[in-house]
Nanobody, 122 residues
Framework: QVRLVESGGGLVQPGGSLRLSCVAT????????MNWYRQAPGKQRELVAL???????DYTDSVKGRFTISRDNTKNTMYLQMNSLKPEDAGVYYC????????????????WGQGTQVTVSS
């Protein structure tokens, strides 16, 4: 059974930093593009950043220059380094990916993590 497990959330003051991690556990044969989403109270879930298997990245405009997404394919892990955090960055951060759990790597299913809370407040 494949799972995505996030960690690294917490409380930080404005201007501070956090590093989120997301690891795919279980039987993992291949992982496609990995994504970080966030959801603030009363708002829709939004895509924050993505990274392809070849490490091409993209970010939503509000985090460009402050957040850095990366992945370690040998560890089935994705990271999100968040610097210069603002109160509007707060929310639950979710990782998401298409993952092949069998040797037929063209057959992938979508997985979501349980989310990790990020609070930015003084």
């Amino acid at each position: 059974q494949v799972r995505l497990v996030e960690s690294g959330g917490g409380l930080v003051q404005p201007g501070g930093s956090l590093r989120l991690s997301c690891v795919a556990t279980g039987t993992v044969f291949d992982i496609d593009t990995m994504n970080w989403y966030r959801q603030a109270p009363g708002k829709q879930r939004e895509l924050v950043a993505l990274i392809t298997p070849r490490h091409n990245t993209d970010y939503t405009d509000s985090v460009k220059g402050r957040f850095t997404i990366s992945r370690d394919n040998t560890k089935n892990t994705m990271y999100l380094q968040m610097n210069s955090l603002k109160p509007e960055d707060a929310g639950v951060y979710y990782c998401n990916a298409l993952i092949a759990s069998t040797i037929q790597t063209s057959r992938k299913a979508e997985y979501w993590g349980q989310g990790t809370q990020v609070t930015v407040s003084s």
